[in-house]
């Protein structure tokens, strides 16, 4: 069977498995919609966390991000996991023994006040649907790549079974699917991954290979007998030394940069609700803890194995690609991946050879010509650049392409795109449960229909999710240019406004609601004021030598997050304390029972 | 010791144990994984520079250790001082 035979098959049976247990995890109450009535195993809750969390860019992008950034693309793995950290110890065990639904929620009755919660509810809309947007595109994108459907058509698809099983099942049916959608990602991650480790350097475990040395057969296909027994990472240096691109395992960008993002990374990723809310859907605060654990370990089978994709492939491809001629020794996956406008070669010194140096190749993304070239490569229309680069590369083929360069069969091939689609819709889904019960049970049970009932509220809910999907679908179809500018916004708002909120409503009982709702809006207008002049007034100005002590937009959260702490800390001193239930109810979350 | 003091040592051991094990957290990442990195690179694990291994995997794997480590204190200072559920 052919690759796109193998896929329909494997996305097939993907979709329906998710159809199925849908119908069979059918939400009856609003306490199932919003948190599976609090009876998910911390193991099973610890997968769907994790697919939740991993979403379209962190298994397609990352791994590529990391094999261009080189030691730099660390700040993502270590942002990414590093929040989980902080949920385990700081948040979750706390936000169960809440024991309500929302984060809003607790944010409005921590500080005995609806403007609160309203603040608090319109930043999780905002953080979710800027999320969910690139999602959306994501599952598009998926279908094109594997099944040649119009990207269009491939939003619809994914909006119909997101809006099958979200609408239907609430948090119970999207837990069960993101556990089975976990299943389905790491399988097609891994798979690939370990056959080139064993290929390259005769080691199955992809984490220990690539700190090891490179194999016979490994040298043997990567064109040079002298790298047996060499380590790959030595060899990996050298190359990247020697065509100026400076050493991989060095660190390139400004520290104090790295170091801003990677501390709003971790605390974003804490102050992200639709990861917060996860937490509350386990029976016990012990298991609070515990499935945070769990969500690490199952994100870390992921993030530990993306750099060693991007050694492996930053090394394979600069060793099989580069200086070789196009007509005789480039390598089949490089000709199949053309077509896609992936990865283009332009023959600037028309030596019919491939030179893969620093700096882009030609202006834009690749526009094909009619007609080939003389070695045979396909025509670009493109404006040629000065640099002596000749090759385009998307990141996000390093991991399109693994099953190829590894000569798997198709049927990994397939299993890749099922694992991509897996990972857009776990994440979109919960992004959109966010956005519903933000609206259903924040907005409108919350502040403008307190007296409603539970059946009516849970139409709400359920009518809420379906206009969140089908907006989360136009932004699919008609993504806003503004997209990938934005991502930074999600973290650092979630970093500058809930993280600081719920942190000092746990752990310290004087803080008032006038120092919270001051410390956020001080977060929030600093972090996004700081973006947006940067992103969308003045992207032009947008270069290290402007930025505040040298930090990038993306950094920025984390100076809004200490601003927010620090304001909310000085008002809550000269404000009128909280009431005495207020500080009785934080008190009592400290303890998992008490014995009275 | 009566009720009072009882559940405010229980919530400052919890709050030492965060101490604790935060500054490992912040340690691992942010000191040898970045601002020390290329000190720590001088020193080699296999083929790995230990600067570079520590902000590639090094941190991902001791921070599941540290969540593990705290799950089991607090399971084990819930029970002593009885507020462990059920």
């Given amino acids: 069977m052919g690759i796109l035979g193998w896929t329909w098959l494997f996305v097939g049976l993907t979709f329906s498995l998710y159809i199925g247990i849908a119908v069979w995890a059918k939400a009856a109450t609003t306490g199932d919609f919003y948190v599976a009535e609090k009876a998910i195993h911390p193991i099973a809750n610890g997968m769907a966390t994790a697919a939740d969390w991993m979403s379209a860019a962190s298994f397609i992008s990352m791994a590529g991000l990391i094999s261009f950034m080189g030691r730099d693309g660390s700040m993502y793995l270590m942002g990414w996991t590093g929040g989980y950290v902080l949920l385990a110890m700081l948040l979750a065990p706390y936000l169960r023994k ?61 909006m119909a079974l997101v809006f099958f099983y979200t609408t239907m099942g609430g948090m119970k049916g999207i837990t069960y699917t993101q556990v089975a959608q976990y299943c389905v990602l790491i399988s097609a991650y891994l798979i690939p991954v370990i056959f080139i480790s064993i290929m390259l350097t005769g080691n199955p475990v992809p984490q220990l290979a690539y700190g090891g040395t490179i194999s016979a057969g490994g040298a043997e296909i990567l064109g040079k007998a002298s790298y047996q027994g060499q380590y790959l990472l030595d060899v990996l240096d050298g190359i990247q030394k020697d065509f100026g691109f400076g050493e991989y395992t060095a660190g390139k960008r400004a520290v104090v940069d790295v170091f801003f993002i990677t501390i709003a990374l971790m605390v974003g990723t804490a102050g992200l609700p639709h990861v917060i809310v996860r937490f509350f859907t386990v029976r016990k605060i012990r298991d609070a803890r515990s499935s945070a654990g769990w969500a690490l370990f199952f994100i870390a089978l992921l993030y530990t194995t993306a750099p060693a994709v991007a050694a492996f492939a930053r090394t394979n491809f600069i060793l099989t690609v580069n200086d070789k001629s196009y007509a005789n020794e480039a390598p089949a996956w490089f000709k199949n991946w053309e077509s896609t406008g992936l990865i283009a070669w332009m023959d600037k010194n028309e030596d019919g050879i491939m030179q893969y140096r620093p700096g882009q190749a030609f202006a834009g993304k690749p526009r094909y010509a009619e007609g080939s070239g003389d070695s045979g490569e396909r025509l670009l229309s493109n404006r040629p650049t000065a640099s002596d680069n000749e090759i385009y590369i998307d990141r996000d083929i390093m991991v399109l392409a693994n099953p190829e360069i590894a000569k798997l069969p198709n049927w990994v091939v397939a299993l890749v795109a099922a694992g991509g689609l897996a990972a857009a819709l776990s994440t979109a889904a919960g992004l959109l449960l966010v956005i519903s019960a933000s609206v259903s049970h924040d907005l409108l049970k919350g502040v403008l229909m307190p007296h409603m009932s539970e059946r009516s509220e849970l139409l709400w809910a359920r009518s809420s999710a379906a206009v ?87 950094g920025i959260g984390t100076l809004g997050m200490i601003l927010n702490f620090v304001i909310m800390w000085a008002v809550s001193r000269v404000t009128k304390e909280p009431p005495q239930e207020i500080q009785d109810m934080v008190a009592s979350l400290r303890y998992p029972a008490s014995r009275d | 010791m009566d009720e009072n003091q009882k559940m405010d040592a229980y919530w400052r051991k919890n709050l030492a144990y965060i101490a604790v094990l935060l500054s490992i957290w912040f340690a691992v990442s942010c000191v040898f994984g970045l601002l020390a990195a290329d000190t720590l690179d001088h020193f080699r694990l296999g083929g790995f520079k230990l600067g570079f291994w520590f902000a590639n995997q090094g941190s991902e794997i001791i921070f599941v250790l540290l969540i593990v480590v705290y799950v089991q204190l607090m399971n084990r200072l819930d029970r002593k001082y009885d507020v462990h559920e059920d």
């Fill in chain 1, 468 to 554: 969140a999907v089908l907006i989360a679908g136009l932004f699919g179809i008609f993504p806003p240019g503004f997209v990938a500018q934005v991502v930074a916004f999600a973290f650092g708002l979630a970093a500058a406004s809930f993280f600081p909120a719920i942190i000092m409503g746990v752990f310290s009982r004087k803080t008032t609601k006038e120092g919270a709702m001051c410390g956020m809006l001080a977060g929030i207008t600093f972090t996004a004021g700081y973006i947006i002049y940067f992103k969308f007034i003045n992207p032009a100005a947008n270069v290290p030598e402007n930025w505040w002590f040298s930090i990038s937009p993306e």
């Fill in chain 1, 98 to 158: 809440y024991g309500k639904f929302t984060v809003p929620e607790f944010i409005g009755d921590r500080y005995y006040s609806s403007g609160a919660r309203v603040i608090a509810l319109f930043c999780a809309i905002f953080v979710s649907f800027t999320y969910v947007a690139g999602q959306m595109r994501g599952v598009g994108v998926v279908f094109s790549r594997f099944l040649e459907v119009p990207v269009n058509t491939g939003v619809i698809i994914g």
